[in-house]
């Protein structure tokens, strides 16, 4: 059933690519363990033991506190529509904002987006494919537009507020160090 490698295979990727979603889970030493779900195009694989993804700005933004006191990381996909399987990245990551020297760089790996809040650069140790058995069918349809819309409506001055006022804490109180002037 379950197998683990040292690092992600030609086929891993493919099946990384292949989908349409995958999901990001992270947790400090304390507080909420948070599993955010990610679509679009926001990932790429960019070497046996390296992928990166970009978040764009919502309502959240656990995984950068998260980061910022434990740094630890899980993707994960799960095949909806092809051969039962469930497949986990687990590492580390570094947070990088749009300040951060490397973030152009590597935003430019993405379609442009207004909200693009932060990348991350995860270091993979252990790939880990296990079954889906129980995983339902569906139906990819296609992407939400909605995200997109309201950071083009907010614009950069809009999405920098919304950011210093709805995305400098998590949950539990830690700082995101979305904004350098945050005093949390």
């Known amino acids: 059933m379950g197998k683990q490698f040292d690092e992600i295979s030609a086929a891993h990727q493919k099946f990384i690519e292949d989908q349409k979603i995958f999901f990001v889970g992270s947790a400090a030493e304390e507080g909420r363990v948070n599993i955010s779900p990610k679509g679009g195009d926001a990932l790429r694989v960019l070497g046996p033991n390296r992928l990166v993804w970009r978040n764009l700005t919502g309502s959240g933004n656990e995984t950068a506190g998260h980061l910022a006191r434990v740094n630890r990381m899980t993707v994960m ?8 399987i469930i497949l986990r990245c687990y590492g580390t990551a570094r947070t990088l904002h749009p300040r951060d020297a490397e973030f152009a760089e590597l935003n430019a790996l993405f379609p442009e987006h207004v909200g693009a809040r932060q990348i991350y650069d995860v270091s993979v140790d252990l ?26 409506d907010k614009g950069p001055e809009g999405i ?5 006022t709805r995305n400098t804490e998590t949950l539990d109180g830690m700082p995101t160090h979305v904004v350098i002037d945050d005093d949390t």
């Open 77 to 84: 996909w799960a095949s909806f529509d092809t051969r039962p």
């Open 127 to 152: 790939v880990q494919s296990s079954c889906g058995y129980s995983v339902p069918f569906f139906t990819y349809d296609s992407d939400r537009d909605v995200l997109n819309k309201w950071a083009e």
């Open 160 to 164: 920098e507020d919304y950011w210093r």
